[in-house]
């Protein structure tokens, strides 16, 4: 059995992890939760992947959460997707519809795409209240205006997660990695857990192993106090998905080693 780490990896289960073999391998590595990114996929595909998910876990003795990610207002393109300039809301028709099937399939969290202030949280939690079922809600932080608000949608979730990948639509990709930083403190101080996410291990879609600045991405995610580190497209639609998340896991642990120890690291 790994050492398993104290902050958790939640991995994305897709096209290439939809397996119960494949998902029973990444519970055996230590992925901690699952995620289903609605911005894909069909229900069958994802009523599928819930089951599975949960199979998996039962033979492994364990309990593994799944995250819903719902969409937001989101235009997809080519070269990745954007948010629609022409929103109304930040919960869509397409996310009522996508989280009464998430609520029907007993979803443990629901992340929130595009939050922008406080009041878009209590919007969908008043939805789920309606609906029958309400569900932890992770705020996305991925929009300039969910940074200028943070501390208010940070006190109205149960948890946050850093989608650096749409933040650098609207903010400098010079400033990502200090944003990051602030955002992972301002959760510590008002005991909210925080995720990192996007790109964390990207070339691992299509190599069994990291890139240098991959590995240092991740430790630092951990040394800077992240709760959890997330995979997306790396155990999604990659090739190497057990690979990566036994990958993570090793580097988590490391980071929290680190972090523990009180010598200086050339002694270790």
């Known amino acids: 059995m790994l050492r398993h780490s104290q902050a958790q990896i939640i991995a994305t289960i897709g096209p290439a992890s939809r397996s119960v073999s494949t998902i029973s391998k990444m519970i055996a590595r230590q992925m901690d939760v699952a995620r289903l990114n609605f911005s894909h996929g069909t229900y069958e595909d994802h009523a599928q992947y819930i089951a599975r998910i949960r199979t998996a876990a039962k033979k492994a003795g364990r309990r593994i959460p799944i995250i819903q990610d719902l969409s937001g207002?989101?235009?997809q393109k080519k070269s990745g997707h954007h948010l629609s300039k022409k929103f109304t809301s930040v919960v869509t028709q397409k996310d009522v519809r996508d989280l009464q099937f998430g609520i029907a399939h007993h979803i443990d969290y629901v992340a929130m795409s595009y939050v922008g202030t406080a009041s878009d949280v209590l919007?969908?939690?008043a939805f789920m209240k309606k609906n029958g079922g309400v569900k932890p809600i992770i705020a996305k932080i991925e929009r300039r205006a969910?940074?200028?608000n943070l501390l208010a949608i940070i006190k109205a979730a149960e948890a946050i997660m850093i989608g650096r990948g749409d933040l650098a639509n609207e903010i400098p990709l010079a400033e990502i990695p200090f944003l990051e930083k602030e955002i992972i403190t301002s959760c510590?101080?008002?005991r909210?857990?925080?995720i990192t996410a996007t790109q964390m291990m990207l070339?691992?879609?299509?190599?069994p192993t990291p890139t240098r600045a991959e590995v240092t991405d991740v430790a630092f995610a951990i040394v800077n106090g992240s709760d959890c580190v997330m995979l997306s497209e790396e155990t999604a639609i990659g090739k190497y998905p057990v690979e990566t998340v036994s990958m993570m896991e090793k580097i988590v642990s490391a980071a929290e080693k680190h972090l523990n120890s009180q010598l200086p690291f050339h002694h270790l």
């Not at 070339?203 to 190599?207: A, D, G, P, Q």
């Open 73 to 75: 207002p989101r235009i």
């Open 123 to 125: 919007q969908l939690r």
């Open 146 to 148: 969910a940074v200028k």
């Open 188 to 190: 510590k101080k008002l």
């Open 192 to 194: 909210k857990p925080v």
């Open 203 to 207: 070339s691992m879609v299509e190599n």
